[in-house]
């Protein structure tokens, strides 16, 4: 880059452009990893482990790793299907559709909160038919996650059916394959590393859900308090346990991107 | 295999193309539409494998009735027993060789298994079963490509351009190779292309496209010898050269030829026409060789390049209007003929077509 010999030959200058990027992604690094390292540094590892063994720590983190993969599922089973269909099929008002999809990923958790109070909850739309089941329950949580992590799935899933050659969805059906075959047989396993970053962009979304959960569902130890709510329940009055688990968290996600990059650059026979 | 003749009759619009053919193959023929792109080949194949409805429309298969818009009958893709060969192939980046073939097979995984190892090792690839597509030449790729499209035992062989992905060196032995499995198939084959010289070598038949019609049929030698339009001549090969006619003495026409030369047809034309001559028509000669045949055309050319096409070798001239000579390798060998040579090209008078323009 930029480094080309062009013309006649002359010293180089001295490569200030060159520094400056290095400045700024020193700059990048220092900011964001930082914090992230400190979560680890502020305390013993002892205080960590300790702090985790507390009911309330493992109410939470059990909690969250249920209702995120209860989410999770409710996402992929759904949400792959209706991605393939917006890739692969025009019809009238698809802008519309797929604009709507996106929607949550602008909204503000908050406002994603209360429009689920206005639909789901007890006295919203569909009230007199859902009533209290879902808001302030466990099943509350799940559908905040969904709400707020599914359209990271889907544009991501749908980008990947989107890019996938058509020509080996034609080849698939002249072999013998009925439409479902090819989806499954095909589509799926060709785009697995775009679904793999989608589920795991949706994963950290759904993990790290905050203002949605506690307006629909609140923050009840053990039924609707996920890890963030419990870091927020006790960061002010026990930052010991507030850090720890944090640092669960950091690790979660960690192991999630690892993995997600593995997935993305294994072998396309992988799937077969 | 079901053995029996396929039948397609279709019309639709397709953007601004009136696609409508109406063609019959027999099993164990084939039948190669050669067109420009955008003629509508493509479709064609689409609409027979069910991949694309036409506004009216029928197929049939070997007794099978595939397709009838008017009976409201659409068989899926997947119901027709097409072997379909992309034209980029289309193999499953995901799935080794063998596992794409076998995707096509059914019955148990033992049993799938043996039979793509099987058909794989008939078509030499025994030993890059396990490679993935991206892995394959052009040349293994297509082999990948013809196993799986008769892995189904299909009762149609559908072929789009299956020679185009592959590179000149490749192209002359993987066209012989697919030769020899149309000649074996006993299955009616449908292949398109937009080249002439690869119809005629592929097809016993060649059905030359344009604009959604098929123009005219036969073989490709009757075509060649009476293209029913300057298209067809023009797209079978022929170089055509623009120039004015006059009658000439004992009935014969001569045409002075734009930017210079003359040639002489036992065609009747005057006024501005376009000449046609087929390469296989014309005769090279090392300059300043004075053979007295009765070629009545005699033109100085600059030879432009020199391209191997199967076992002949197509010899790119300038007159100075462009022109084409067919010659086999050896002759090519002994005219030392390359890039600036300068040879005679010529050619009978009765091997000229005239048409006006």
């Known amino acids: 880059m930029g480094r080309g010999v062009r013309g006649a030959p002359r010293t180089r200058r001295p490569g200030w452009f060159a520094a400056l990027l290095a400045l700024a992604l020193a700059v990048v690094l220092a900011f964001l990893g930082l914090p992230i390292l400190a979560v680890f540094l ?132 002249t072999l013998g394959a009925s439409e479902a075959r090819a989806f499954a047989r095909v589509a799926i396993p060709a785009a697995l590393p775009g679904l793999a970053a989608g589920t795991a962009l949706a994963l950290g979304r759904a993990l790290g859900e905050f203002g949605a959960t506690l307006i629909f569902a609140g923050s009840f130890q053990g039924i609707t308090q996920t890890v963030p709510l419990a870091i927020y329940d006790r960061f002010a009055t026990d930052f010991d346990s507030a850090l720890a688990l944090a640092a669960v968290l950091v690790v979660l996600a960690t192991a999630l991107l690892l993995t997600v990059k593995l997935v993305g650059r294994s072998s396309p026979l992988a799937g077969a | 295999m079901l053995s029996g003749p396929l039948s397609l009759a279709l019309e639709t619009r397709l953007g601004a193309l009136e696609l409508g053919v109406d063609l019959e193959v ?144 490749t192209r002359a032995a993987a066209s012989r190779e697919l030769k020899q499995v149309l000649t074996e198939t006993e299955v009616p084959a449908l292949l398109v292309t937009h080249d002439f010289a690869e119809a005629a070598l592929l097809g016993d038949e060649v059905g030359v496209v344009d604009s959604g019609r098929v123009l005219q049929r036969g073989s490709a030698g009757e075509i060649a010898a009476a293209p029913f339009s300057a298209f067809v001549a023009d797209f079978t090969g022929a170089a055509v050269l623009t120039g004015t006619a006059r009658r000439g003495e004992r009935n014969l026409t001569v045409v002075t030829l734009d930017g210079g030369g003359e040639v002489v047809s036992t065609d009747r034309g005057e006024g501005a026409v376009a000449v046609s001559v087929f390469p296989w028509e014309i005769e090279l000669a090392p ?37 084409a000579a067919e010659v086999t390798e050896a002759a090519a060998h002994d005219l030392e003929l390359r890039a600036g040579a300068r040879v005679e090209a010529t050619f009978k008078a009765t091997a000229t077509r005239l048409v006006t323009v």
Do not use: M
């Open chain 1, 42 to 173: 502020d305390t013993s590892p002892g205080a960590l482990v300790e702090s985790l063994g507390q009911s309330e720590a493992r109410d939470a983190l059990l909690l969250s790793l249920r209702t995120t993969s209860a989410a999770l599922v409710l996402i992929l089973l759904v949400g792959t299907p209706a991605a393939y269909l917006l890739a692969t099929r025009s019809f009238r008002g698809k802008a519309v559709v797929v604009t709507l999809v996106e929607l949550p990923l602008v909204l503000p958790p908050a406002v994603a909160g209360i429009a689920l109070l206005a639909s789901v909850g007890p006295g919203g739309v569909l009230g007199p038919v859902i009533g209290d089941s879902l808001a302030l329950q466990t099943a509350g949580v799940v559908v905040a996650l969904t709400f707020v992590a599914s359209p990271f799935y889907i544009r991501q899933a749908q980008a990947a059916f989107g890019a996938l050659d058509r020509s080996w969805l034609d080849a698939a059906r």
């Open chain 2, 26 to 169: 027999q099993p164990g023929g084939c039948l190669a539409l050669a067109g420009p792109s955008g003629a509508g080949k493509t479709s064609v194949l689409r609409v027979a494998a069910g991949l694309l409805r036409p506004e009216r429309g029928r197929a049939a298969c070997g007794g099978t009735l595939w397709l009838d818009t008017e009976r409201g009958v659409d068989l899926p893709p997947e119901a027709r027993h097409c072997g379909y060969v992309f034209q980029d192939y289309a193999l499953f980046g995901h799935l080794s060789a063998w596992r794409n073939v076998a995707f096509a097979v059914s019955g148990g995984r033992a049993e799938r298994r043996r039979q793509a190892h099987e058909l794989l090792e008939r078509f030499g690839l025994g030993d890059r079963a396990d490679a993935p597509p991206r892995e394959l030449s052009g040349g293994e790729r297509q082999r990948v490509a013809l196993a799986r499209a008769l892995a189904r035992r299909p009762s149609a062989l559908l072929l789009d351009e299956p020679l185009t992905a592959l590179d000149t060196r």
């Open chain 2, 287 to 323: 300059t300043g060789s004075s053979a007295d045949g009765s070629a009545r055309n005699r033109l100085a050319v600059d030879v432009l390049s020199v391209t191997a096409v199967g076992n002949r070798v197509r010899v790119g001239l300038a007159s100075p209007q462009p022109l």
